[in-house]
């Protein structure tokens, strides 16, 4: 019995951290349009400069990649009570929305909220469970 736990713990032990993205077939499943999500995602100026509207059938990179370029940058992006799902899916679409593990995003939100005056539990675990649960923001878990 003592050596099947054993196996069991080495398993656990030798198993990569799990990674995660937000998936565009998952917000289809779910009837999100994952562009408008995005967009909403971005700063008031970035927001504000729109010349139209986002739409279900506007593409998310270009998006994406002006948060990437400058949205993440900004102080209003990522405030320390953000919601912690809400942070999480703010991190990814920071990173370009490419695999992330979860101790790459406990240690970006460690850094992001060193100063906190209102501490949370932002361990690999706790972000594993809200990811892995993690509903309308339609971030999946890689194989």
Not at 19 to 42: F, N, Q, T, W
Request: charged share 30%; net charge negative.
């Amino acid at each position: 019995m003592m050596a099947k736990q054993q196996s069991a713990d080495q398993l656990d032990e030798e198993q990569p951290p799990a990674r995660y993205e937000i998936d565009v077939k998952e917000a289809e499943l779910r009837g999100r349009s994952l562009p408008m999500l995005v967009a909403s995602k971005r700063c008031y100026a970035c927001q504000s400069a729109d010349e139209e509207e986002p739409s279900k059938s506007s593409d998310a990179k270009p998006y994406i990649k002006r948060i990437v370029q400058h949205c993440a940058e900004t102080e209003e992006y990522l405030v320390e009570y953000t919601p912690l799902r809400e942070a999480l899916f703010r991190v990814i679409l920071a990173r370009g929305n490419k695999p992330t593990t979860s101790e790459e995003l406990v240690q970006i939100l460690k850094d992001r909220w060193a100063m906190t005056t209102n501490p949370r539990d932002i361990s690999a675990e706790k972000i594993e469970k809200v990811l892995d649960y993690g509903g309308s923001y339609c971030i999946v878990r890689l194989p």
